[in-house]
């Protein structure tokens, strides 16, 4: 596609709630980088994929979330048992190359635990 | 204290206005400096890059960096509606793909 995909827009949980948001990286795209970002803040590193591989995660805030790529292009961030403090937008970015600055945003998906 | 600090405003300023906006950093090891403008409800779109320290214009845009006082700044000349958004500043260890360190972002409003 033209861009970064990010689906559902927006997810409305229960607290206790497993909920998973789906990334289409543009096509080709090597690399794919998970943010969170929470209301007034900046995003902050969830994880990284280079093709299937996973090669970080140090940003995972618990053993509640999980990433996966498992063909190497599309993403699923999954987080289990939701609370109240994961109410964020979760952004999704992609890269051909190498180079950091060469990141595609997608315009996220906006997590509202309830 | 965060790695990187920014100013989240908000900033209000005449369409023709010249526009500064700034962060501070802590971590010497940073090399790499970019800003990003986000719109609401949108992801972060890639307008500046810089490499260490030094000047970048591109059109309306000067990205500055000082190394030596761990400061980033950018610039918008002549300042348009159509810049109302928020305004992230991001940076990075090297130029692998490693993660990005995030400002909270200014928003700003430039009001015609």
């Known amino acids: 596609g033209a861009g970064v995909s990010q689906s559902p827009r927006y997810k409305v949980a229960k607290r206790g709630q497993d909920v998973a948001l789906r990334c289409d990286p543009i096509s080709g795209h090597v690399s794919l980088f998970w943010y969170q970002q929470a209301l007034g803040q900046g995003p902050e590193f969830l994880t990284y994929?280079?093709?299937?591989?996973?090669?970080?995660k140090s940003g995972l805030p618990s053993d509640r979330f999980f990433a996966e790529r498992p063909e190497g292009s599309v993403s699923t961030l999954k987080i289990q048992r939701t609370q109240q403090e994961d109410s964020a937008v979760y952004l999704c970015?992609?890269?051909?190359?190498?180079?950091?600055?060469?990141?595609?945003f997608g315009s996220g998906t906006r997590l509202t635990v309830v | 204290q965060k790695e990187v600090e920014q100013d989240p405003g908000p900033l209000s300023v005449p369409e023709g206005a010249i526009v500064s906006l700034n962060c501070t950093y802590s971590n010497s090891a940073f090399q790499y400096f970019m800003w990003y403008r986000q719109y609401s409800r949108k992801g972060p779109e890639l307008l500046m890059y810089?490499?260490?320290?030094g000047n970048k214009e591109d059109g309306r845009f000067t990205a500055q960096v000082d190394k030596s006082s761990k400061y980033i700044s950018l610039f918008i000349r002549d300042s348009q509606p159509s810049d109302s958004a928020t305004y992230l500043c991001a940076m990075t260890r090297n130029s692998g793909n490693t993660p990005l360190v995030f400002g909270k972002g200014t928003r700003l409003s430039v009001i015609a």
């Open positions: 970015a992609s890269s051909l190359g190498s180079k950091s600055y060469g990141y595609t």
């Open positions: 810089t490499y260490s320290s």
């Open positions: 994929f280079q093709n299937e591989a996973q090669l970080d």
